[in-house]
Nanobody
Framework: QVQLVESGGGLVQAGGSLRLSCSAS????????MGWYRQAPGKQRELVAY???????HYADPVTGRFTISRDNAKNTLYLQMNSLKPEDTAVYYC????????????WGQGTRVTVSA
């Protein structure tokens, strides 16, 4: 089992930046891919970005060019650098990890709230 704890959310003005962190604990040696999801008020949860154990990355179209996902395996920490934030980026951001063989993500964090004011 892997436990995930996000931090770094908050209130920021449009055009500003935030960096989210996700600290993993437990059987971290088994983690393959990690990622970030977000859920805006009244909307479905959506994938923001993910990064594989080999460092390959994928971004959702709305954040491409503005967000950067990275991971520090030595620190068991995942990051999401968010630049040029827009009010539509307002959401609760969740960290996820994949380490099992079944489809889907195996662990979810509790979420950290990001609010972008106009």
């Amino acid at each position: 089992q892997v436990q995930l704890v996000e931090s770094g959310g908050g209130l920021v003005q449009a055009g500003g930046s935030l960096r989210l962190s996700c600290s993993a604990s437990g059987s971290t040696f088994s983690i393959n891919t990690m990622g970030w999801y977000r859920q805006a008020p009244g909307k479905q949860r959506e994938l923001v970005a993910y990064i594989t154990s080999g460092g390959s990355t994928h971004y959702a179209d709305p954040v491409t060019g503005r967000f950067t996902i990275s991971r520090d395996n030595a620190k068991n920490t995942l990051y999401l650098q968010m630049n040029s934030l827009k009010p539509e980026d307002t959401a609760v951001y969740y960290c996820v990890a994949k380490y099992g063989v079944a489809p889907g993500w195996d662990s979810w964090g509790q979420g950290t709230r990001v609010t972008v004011s106009a």
